[in-house]
């Protein structure tokens, strides 16, 4: 019981962090997912961004600062399983914003469950977006 005594205030500052992170996430979701396009998912594979048009060295900086915070909201999630904090929605959004081979067909994935796309439906409807549209045939 000493050692947690001793690293009381660590403990706190992991509640704060996990308390905004919820309260962030829980306030951009729906707002980054009216932000995709309703036909994201019915092509094989991803369109180049527009970020590709920017200055390369301002594309670099961006693509690092998004893997960086993709590392951290994953490293913060997996931390979040084992104390309070929703890790499973950390660790999503983490893997999100990160790049790696795959992770298109990934999202395709995920995004073709039918309860996935329900919610995430759901989610655009109260962004007046319009219903995201998935391609079938795969």
């Known amino acids: 019981m000493e050692w947690l ?7 706190t500052w992991m509640a704060i962090i996990s308390a905004l992170t919820f309260v962030i996430s829980l306030l951009t979701l729906p707002w980054l997912v009216a932000r995709i396009p309703s036909d994201y998912f019915c ?6 961004v527009p970020l590709k048009q920017t200055h390369p060295a301002l594309r670099i900086a961006i693509l690092i600062g998004k893997n960086v915070l993709g590392w951290v909201l994953l490293l913060g999630g997996i ?3 084992f104390i309070p904090g929703q890790g499973l929605l950390t660790i999503a959004m ?19 469950n039918p309860k996935t796309l329900n919610g ?6 109260k962004g007046k977006s319009p219903a995201l549209e998935i391609d079938a045939e795969d």
Not at 43 to 48: A, D, I, L, Q, T
Not at 120 to 125: I, M, P, V, Y
């Open 94 to 112: 983490g893997l999100l914003l990160m790049d790696y081979p795959g992770k298109f067909t990934l999202e395709r994935k995920i995004a073709s």
């Open 79 to 81: 931390i979040m399983l």
């Open 5 to 11: 005594s001793e690293y009381q205030a660590l403990f």
């Open 43 to 48: 092509h094989k594979k991803r369109h180049p």
């Open 120 to 125: 995430l439906n759901w989610l655009r409807a």
